[in-house]
């Protein structure tokens, strides 16, 4: 199973971006994946989350900037990222929400806002 994160760039403040993550396997339609980010020296910490289902999780701080989504027949899980702003700057990585599937993290995408 691999999971593989693209779409990040360099934007400027207010600018948008789409985020997708590919994921290989039938694993993919019975289980929920999450994005999440890192800033270098703070801990990761999940943007958004979507469930098999189509549960959706989001941060406080995306505050209805970000859009998660799924597409099943894709295998790929989608961030949509509006209003972007200097502290989004980050690493983003896509990975399982169960912690028994995860998988290694990989090089993540990143992403930078400049102000």
């Known amino acids: 199973v691999q999971l593989q994160a693209s779409g990040g760039g360099l934007v400027q403040t207010g600018g948008s971006l789409r985020l997708s993550c590919v994921v290989s396997g039938s694993i993919f339609s019975i289980s929920a994946v999450g994005w999440y980010r890192q800033v270098s020296g703070k801990q990761r910490e999940l943007v958004a989350s979507i469930g098999s289902g189509g549960s959706i999780n989001y941060a406080e701080f995306t505050k209805g900037r970000f859009t998660i989504s799924r597409d099943n027949a894709k295998n790929t899980v989608y961030l949509q990222m509006n209003s972007l702003r200097p502290e989004d700057t980050a690493l983003y990585y896509c990975?399982?929400?169960?912690?028994?599937?995860?998988?290694?993290w990989g090089q993540g995408t990143l992403v930078t806002v400049s102000s």
């Open positions: 990975n399982f929400v169960a912690t028994y599937k995860r998988i290694d």
